[in-house]
Structure formats: C-alpha cells, structure tokens
C-alpha cells in the first residue's frame, strides 16, 4: 500500500489545551505523526513518497476563503496583538447573540473556532496545509488507478467545517480529498468515518448532498464529544435526505458492538455503490486511548481492515485521531495490513 507524508505537518506543536477543567499538555500532538511514518516503514506496507502541492483552490471548495484566510493569518495577528503562548479563544457568540465576524484576534477566534482544544501556533498553517496536500496527493493517486493509499495526514481534520475549526482540526482532510474525487469526475463517493468521534464537519459539509454519502460509527454525542451532532435521526436534508446515516453507541462498546455497527455502515456504502471510498481512519476506538471510551484491542485493527476491504472499493485512508502514543502506530499498522492482504 501506498503512503503519503509530509515532514511539514509535525510543524503544528501546540503546547496545551483545556480536558477535565486543566490546561494540559496537547494530546494531539507532532509525534503522533512520526510515531505512525515510523511503524509504516518498519512493518514494510510499501513505499512513503510526499506529497505534491496543490494550493488553495482545492481547499476552497469545501471550506469558506475568509475562514481559510483567517487560518492563514491568525498567529500573525495574534503575535501583532502582542501575545505569547498559544492563540486560544476565550468568547463564543451564544444564543440570541449576532455572529458577525469581529476584527479584533480574540474575536476573531471565538468566531472561527468552536472550542479551546485547537490552539493555533507558529507552524499550525503550514502543517494543515501540509495535511491536506496529504490527502490530495492520495486521492490523485488513486483516481490515476492505484487501489490503496494511506494519507497519513496530521493535524487531522474531520471536525473542521465550512467555515469553523475544532476538535484538533483545521482543515477537513478527508472532505477535500473526497471533494477532489467529485471534481475528478466520480459521480458518487463515499466517506466511512470510523473514528470514536463523530465526523461532524464533515457530516455538515455534505448534509444536503447526494452525490458524496457520509457515514460514522462513533461515540453517542449524549455523552461524548462533539456533543452537538452526531444523532442517529440526522439523515440529511434536502437533496441530501438519506445520505447521512449515524451510528452512536456508549460508552464502554465492545468490539463485537463495534464491528456490527462497521458492517451496518458498510451496508450503506455498497449500496450506495460509490465509485471510491474515503476512510476517516481514527484509532482512538482502542481501548487504552487516553481520551476514549471503546474497547477495541490491537488485534482488532486487522479485521477492520479487512472489512473495509472487503468492499473492494478504490480506497483511500485518511489518518485522523488515535491518541494512545505506546500502541499508535501498531494500530495504524493493522489496519493497512487488514486492508492489503489482497491486493499487494
């Protein structure tokens, strides 16, 4: 299998975040993507190559140009406002509230931003830009007929919507690499999001869309984050009615749970007969994920591979979270391997 990495994405090295009412050191943080190249090279998955540049254009079709422009200026703006340590906002526009977009950095971050987990620091754009060349670059490759890649992208990016960051995202990796595939020519494509989070942003950028259908096993936002979306009723709208389909489960799910919610997914896929298929693959599903509540063990990984497979798809595999440093990259592994077995 094919892998694209970056160098420039472990540039983003935010220093802490708010979890548990403590700041704390950033769970999402550059040697996630090290630790990953690393068990890709050593267990012999195929070639690394990086990634070609693709600009802005291929950006700005899933996400708003002032919210792309504010991400690129942001730490320029909070460093001129004469800041130190990470730029966090502190101030939302709540209910009743007018969401004009303010001039001021600390305005301007509240407006963009949906929480105080995604600190923006000197290399935050260069390494989101980065990550989504990652992506591009798989999903080119697998347009010009390669039938498995692996984008190990980082930051990740399936809470990032339109135009708002969040949950460690910035810009949505896998929305723009499926966006590409569209604009490539394939009539129909499908996103698998099967990590313990539910995919929000990208659930918000295809809502009311039938030509790209989005599906995610995840956590019940009734008592995980992103906590506002993520319900099993929320099935699309408009055009999109019915190419949306959710699949919460609680706290503590075994791995049987989380395979029977794998194969109702999957279910959706192939009968929406895409012509590719976009993985969101997060592996914080593992059961010692410092910041989750599954029960997935490594071993596990393998069959989800092989599942996902199984649907003998065009597939590309975007990396999004998987926070358990001492077993990442083994749980990255399996899920190439599981995905490979027939078809290296």
């Given at each position: 299998?094919?892998?694209?990495?970056?160098?420039?994405?472990?540039?983003?090295?935010?220093?802490?975040?708010?979890?548990?009412?403590e700041l704390v050191p950033c769970y999402e943080c550059p040697e996630r993507a090290a630790l990953v190249r690393a068990a890709v090279a050593s267990g012999g998955i195929?070639?690394?190559?990086?990634?070609?540049?693709?600009?802005?254009?291929?950006?700005?079709?899933?996400?708003?140009?002032?919210?792309?422009?504010?991400?690129?200026?942001?730490?320029?703006?909070?460093?001129?406002?004469?800041?130190?340590?990470?730029?966090?906002?502190?101030?939302?526009?709540?209910?009743?509230?007018?969401?004009?977009?303010?001039?001021?950095?600390?305005?301007?971050?509240?407006?963009?931003?949906?929480?105080?987990s995604t600190p923006v620091v000197a290399g935050t754009w260069t390494a989101a830009s980065a990550a989504a060349d990652v992506a591009l670059t798989g999903a080119k490759r697998l347009a010009g007929g390669e039938q498995r890649v692996f984008s190990l992208c980082r930051p990740p990016g399936h809470h990032a919507g339109y135009d708002f960051y969040g949950g460690y995202c910035f810009l949505n990796n896998a929305a723009i690499a499926a966006q590409y595939l569209v604009d490539g020519g394939a009539a129909r494509v499908a996103i698998l999001d099967v990590d313990y989070h539910h995919g929000n942003g990208t659930q918000a950028i295809f809502y009311d869309r039938a030509d790209v259908l989005f599906a995610s096993i995840h956590a019940d936002p009734r008592q995980e984050y992103p906590y506002f979306?993520?319900?099993?009723d929320e099935t699309?709208?408009?055009?999109?009615?019915?190419?949306?389909?959710?699949?919460?489960?609680?706290?503590?799910?075994?791995?049987?749970?989380?395979?029977?919610?794998?194969?109702?997914?999957?279910?959706?896929?192939?009968?929406?007969?895409?012509?590719?298929?976009?993985?969101?693959?997060?592996?914080?599903?593992?059961?010692?994920?410092?910041?989750?509540?599954?029960?997935?063990?490594?071993?596990?990984?393998?069959?989800?591979?092989?599942?996902?497979?199984?649907?003998?798809?065009?597939?590309?595999?975007?990396?999004?979270?998987?926070?358990?440093?001492?077993?990442?990259?083994?749980?990255?592994?399996?899920?190439l391997r599981g995905a490979s077995r027939e078809h290296d």
């Open positions: 299998m094919l892998t694209i990495y970056s160098e420039a994405q472990t540039l983003h090295a935010g220093g802490r975040e708010l979890s548990d009412g195929g070639e690394i190559v990086e990634p070609e540049p693709f600009g802005r254009d291929p950006l700005l079709r899933v996400h708003d140009p002032r919210f792309v422009d504010f991400l690129e200026t942001a730490w320029d703006e909070w460093q001129a406002a004469g800041r130190g340590g990470d730029a966090l906002p502190f101030s939302w526009a709540g209910r009743g509230m007018r969401g004009i977009e303010p001039e001021h950095i600390d305005g301007r971050l509240g407006h963009f931003a949906f929480d105080v979306l993520g319900y099993a699309g709208a408009g055009a999109g009615e019915g190419f949306n389909a959710n699949f919460p489960l609680p706290w503590q799910s075994p791995a049987r749970d989380w395979f029977a919610a794998l194969d109702a997914a999957l279910g959706r896929v192939r009968q929406f007969a895409p012509e590719a298929l976009v993985v969101s693959l997060g592996v914080d599903t593992f059961a010692a994920d410092p910041i989750s509540q599954f029960r997935l063990e490594t071993a596990d990984y393998l069959e989800v591979g092989a599942r996902i497979a199984a649907t003998e798809l065009p597939l590309l595999l975007v990396l999004e979270g998987g926070y358990a440093t001492n077993d990442l990259g083994a749980n990255v592994v399996n899920v």
